[in-house]
């Protein structure tokens, strides 16, 4: 054989290689992203036709929510797998974001491999649970357990493909050293299983602070840094099975409250696109942009209405910022004030209904989710008149600077009735979904399902934005995408909540924090500067699963109303979130609103301690949280 074909040969084998790889990777994600698109549109099919079924025929199908709730944690597992194709888990990126690329390039590498190895590490126990589940029934369909519980590895098989091959894809040398540390870190449990057992509480430390913080900071997702921290623990100082941790995140998972996250995100994005939220921006716009900082209160006003839709920040800030944004540049304001208060305004909308983290609030503590939407919309509102000055006063500053810039003209009335009467059934729509929840109509849920079809009917009857048959499809698979990375971290968090109840932590904490100087004012206090830190590292939805069942039953004992520590710590969450420069969501806003991070950390700290100050006085006066209810 001549030279020219011995260097063939292996190039012609390496491409056939690098062609099968891709083939499967596009298979996988094919059959993935079809069954995940699915399974949303039967969840909306379903929870539809059974509120019709109860509400308009008065006849209720027993089998709906069981099916649901089967559908729900397939839904759950087969978005997580997409979430990880698609690189949407939730992760901390400031450290990450200061190293050199090629250290950099390590770390996203060492991110995907130790994904990898918790899906590996659970894919037998997972199958084990399956099989666990088998002796179960469902009441109404008869079916098996073992028919929803097969979601788990079948979710977790198609997540560690989906790992293996983006491996394929990395340099060699950044995943041999990947794997040598997670094998040594292995290891290094293994021969400390001894000490660390009898280290009793101490333990905790070395893997819920240590392991987990080292997980965190490199850029591992933060449900898989919260999953392995948690089975590492077990492994290494208890007897407990892995299928125990898979039973716990499917507990935490399956709560059925949940199926309103997947719902709503879906809303969210069809607000966006039908052009619900353009019109209510051009109303507000015609109404307020004349006075001073008009464009500001404009801004505001849009995320109270829209923060009531979607109950997504990101997904209100998407509404909000490319519609408003090009005006008030006209208008002089900086790249920095702009997106200042963007971020600011997010944190203040959290706890307008229906936010995921009420949601998520409810599952986790059982507080009434209809209290949870009444009580979030007065904190909301003080708040927003306590940016309102904020943007008044800023406004004053950029007129001095901007003399230049010609005033803004009031909108003539026939222009303002105009967008009114436009913009009216878009106007109906947070009202129509609070209103339900509140009244008892329809639960949180359901009431999702009725936005979505309200959503469609007023955005192809009436708007005719910009839905059609191939932004149906992206919108379903995002849906399924961030559903499930939101889905998964509640998972991982409420098995790590168990552990941390297993080693008596909870308990540990609970008298700590009754002892904390200053009774019931001291424990607001610490809880509002712990949650703002927990925001800021883990984001807000795992802060509060993770936090929310040991520090509410210490806030019952000492005598403060549930539903008013929700808000207090749902606020300070908030704050924590959009505040550089750990703040995820705060990164989110400038990404949104094509502004460099740098722009906005001169100016945002007036808006976050302005909402400090009015965070302070929601906590001091319950009655701002308890007035409606």
């Not at 027993?62 to 729900?72: G, K, N, P, R």
Request: hydrophobic content about 55%; some cysteine.
């Amino acid at each position: 054989m001549s030279a020219a074909h011995k260097l063939e040969a292996p190039n012609t084998s390496f491409l056939q290689s690098a062609q099968s790889e891709r083939a499967l990777e596009r298979w996988l994600r094919r059959a993935v992203e079809s069954l995940a698109a699915t399974t949303v549109v039967a969840e909306v099919v379903i929870l539809f036709v059974g509120i019709i079924a109860r509400a308009v025929f008065h006849r209720p199908l027993i089998w709906s929510d069981e099916l649901a709730s089967v559908l729900f944690l397939w839904l759950a597992m087969l978005g997580s797998a997409l979430a990880l194709h698609r690189s949407c888990h939730m992760r901390l990126t400031f450290f990450v974001s200061k190293m050199s690329p090629r250290a950099q390039a390590w770390s996203d590498t060492l991110a995907v491999g130790t994904c990898a190895a918790f899906l590996a590490l659970v894919l037998h126990p997972a199958l084990d649970y399956v099989q666990d589940q088998a002796f179960t029934e469902t009441p109404a369909l008869g079916w098996s357990g073992s028919i929803r519980a097969l979601a788990i590895p079948v979710g977790c098989a198609a997540g560690l493909i989906s790992c293996c091959l983006r491996l394929m894809r990395h340099d060699w040398r950044d995943v041999i050293g990947a794997v040598v540390l997670v094998g040594l870190s292995a290891l290094g449990c293994y021969a400390g299983a001894g000490p660390l057992s009898q280290m009793g509480q101490g333990a905790l430390l070395v893997f819920f602070v240590g392991v987990l913080g080292v997980a965190v900071m490199a850029g591992v997702p933060i449900a898989f840094a919260f999953a392995l921290a948690t089975s590492a623990y077990l492994l290494t100082t208890t007897s407990t099975p892995l299928s125990v941790v898979v039973g716990r995140m499917d507990e935490g998972m399956s709560t059925l409250i949940l199926l309103a996250v997947p719902m709503f995100v879906l809303l969210g994005q069809l607000v966006h696109v039908t052009g619900v939220a353009r019109v209510m921006v051009a109303f507000l716009a015609a109404l307020l942009g004349h006075v001073r900082g008009g464009m500001s209160y404009v801004l505001l006003g849009a995320m109270l209405l829209i923060s009531g839709i979607s109950g997504s920040k990101t997904a209100d800030m998407a509404a909000v910022a490319p519609v408003l944004f090009p005006e008030m540049r006209k208008r002089g304001m900086s790249d920095g004030e702009l997106v200042s208060l963007l971020a600011a305004s997010g944190a203040m909308s959290e706890t307008i209904p229906p936010s995921l983290v009420l949601i998520a609030i409810a599952s986790v503590t059982g507080i009434s989710i209809a209290a949870l939407f009444t009580a979030g919309i007065m904190p909301a509102i003080v708040l927003a008149l306590v940016l309102g000055v904020v943007a008044w006063w800023r406004a004053g500053h950029d007129e001095k600077a901007e003399e230049g810039t010609a005033r803004p003209v009031r909108a003539p009335w026939s222009q303002v009735r105009r967008t009114f009467v436009v913009a009216l059934p878009a106007l109906l729509l947070p009202f129509l979904i609070r209103s339900a929840v509140v009244e008892g109509i329809a639960t949180a849920t359901e009431v999702s399902t009725i936005g979505i079809a309200y959503s469609l009917l007023i955005g192809l009857v009436i708007y005719r934005g910009g839905l059609t048959w191939k932004s149906v499809v992206p919108m379903l698979l995002q849906t399924a995408a961030l559903s499930g990375a939101i889905l998964f971290i509640v998972g991982a968090a409420s098995a790590m909540g168990w552990a941390l109840t297993q080693s008596g932590f909870s308990q540990d904490l609970a008298e700590m924090m009754t002892k904390v100087p200053g009774g019931t004012i001291g424990f607001l206090l610490v809880s509002i500067i712990a949650f703002i830190v927990l925001g800021s590292v883990l984001e807000g939805i795992p802060a509060i699963v993770l936090f929310g069942p040991l520090l509410f039953p210490v806030a019952h004992q000492l005598g403060i109303n549930e539903v008013h520590y929700a808000m207090v710590v749902v606020l300070a969450m908030g704050l924590g979130v959009f505040a550089p420069p750990f703040g995820l969501c705060y990164y989110a806003a400038c990404i949104i609103g094509e502004v460099s991070p740098e722009a906005g950390l001169r100016r945002i700290w007036i808006y976050l301690g302005m909402l400090l100050l009015g965070l302070i006085a929601i906590a001091f006066i319950p009655s701002i949280s308890t007035v409606f209810l």
